[in-house]
Nanobody, 121 residues
Framework: QLKLVESGGGLVQPGGSLRLSCAAP????????VAWFRQAPGKERESIAC????????YYAGSVKGRFYISRVNAINTVYLHMNSLIPEDTAVYYC??????????????WGQGTQVTVSS
């Protein structure tokens, strides 16, 4: 079964940047759409970015558009979330997910375990 592994989280100061990685060891992500979600304490999970395996098309939630950028390198089965101009409100556990459908409001079949991002001075 496809398993996803996130990495790259950590503590960063406001205004800083981080790059999260989503890998699928032993599996190919080439024909899957991949999305990033996040969940802050006491809040519902939020879908923030997704990338299709074709084109590839991308889409962003308004809360991160213009600051975050999603990309993929199919040759190494990895999807990245580049996060810039981070603010404390970006503090959350970040998850990647893969599925056959592309979009921020579609179900995804495979999920990672999450990586913590904390934005604080």
């Amino acid at each position: 079964q496809l398993k996803l592994v996130e990495s790259g989280g950590g503590l960063v100061q406001p205004g800083g940047s981080l790059r999260l990685s989503c890998a699928a060891p032993g599996f190919s992500l080439e024909h899957y759409a991949v999305a990033w979600f996040r969940q802050a304490p006491g809040k519902e999970r939020e879908s923030i970015a997704c990338i299709d395996w074709r084109d590839p098309s991308t889409y962003y939630a308004g809360s991160v558009k213009g600051r975050f950028y999603i990309s993929r390198v199919n040759a190494i089965n990895t999807v990245y979330l580049h996060m810039n101009s981070l603010i404390p409100e970006d503090t959350a556990v970040y998850y990647c997910a893969a599925g056959e459908d592309y979009g921020l409001d579609v179900p995804y079949d495979y999920w990672g375990q999450g990586t913590q991002v904390t934005v604080s001075s």
